[in-house]
Nanobody, 120 residues
Framework: QLVESGGGLVQPGGSLNVSCASS????????IGWFRQAPGKEREAVSC?????STYYAGSVRGRFTIFRDLNRVNLHMNNLKPEYTPVYSC??????????????????WGQGTQVPVSS
C-alpha cells in the first residue's frame, strides 16, 4: 500500500513537494507514478520514475515538476503551480514503456491521495 502526503494550499506560482511512501515495501524496486485528478475531470498521469531512475513527465508539467527518490519515498517537487480546481495527487505502482509520449499505466489500488489546491 502506498500513502501520499505533503499536499496543501499553495498560491499560484508557488512550490510544493508531495511524497509517496510505503510501510511494507522497498519502493526502490518498483516504478512509481504520480497522477492527479480534479473534480469532474479524468485522472491524468503526471510523472513516473522507474527502478533504474528513468523518468516521465506529462507535457503540461515538464520543466516545472521533478520526481525523485529519497530513502524509501518517491517525491514530486512541483514548481510554478498553476491555479486548478483542487486536484488530488495520488501515487501508484505503474508500468511504463519508456516513451516520452506514452504515459505510465497504474495498477493496484489507489490510496486516499493528497489535495493540492492552488489559489490566491
Amino acid at each position: 500500500q502506498l500513502v501520499e502526503s505533503g499536499g496543501g494550499l499553495v498560491q499560484p506560482g508557488g512550490s510544493l513537494n508531495v511524497s509517496c511512501a510505503s510501510s511494507g515495501l522497498s519502493l526502490n524496486y518498483y516504478a512509481i507514478g504520480w497522477f492527479r485528478q480534479a473534480p469532474g475531470k479524468e485522472r491524468e498521469a503526471v510523472s513516473c520514475i522507474t527502478s533504474h531512475g528513468s523518468t516521465y513527465y506529462a507535457g503540461s508539467v515538464r520543466g516545472r515538476f521533478t520526481i525523485f527518490r529519497d530513502l524509501n519515498r518517491v517525491n514530486l517537487h512541483m514548481n510554478n503551480l498553476k491555479p486548478e480546481y483542487t486536484p488530488v495527487y495520488s501515487c501508484a505502482f505503474v508500468t511504463w514503456s519508456g516513451g516520452s509520449q506514452s504515459p505510465p499505466e497504474p495498477f493496484g489500488s489507489w490510496g486516499q491521495g493528497t489535495q493540492v489546491p492552488v489559489s490566491s
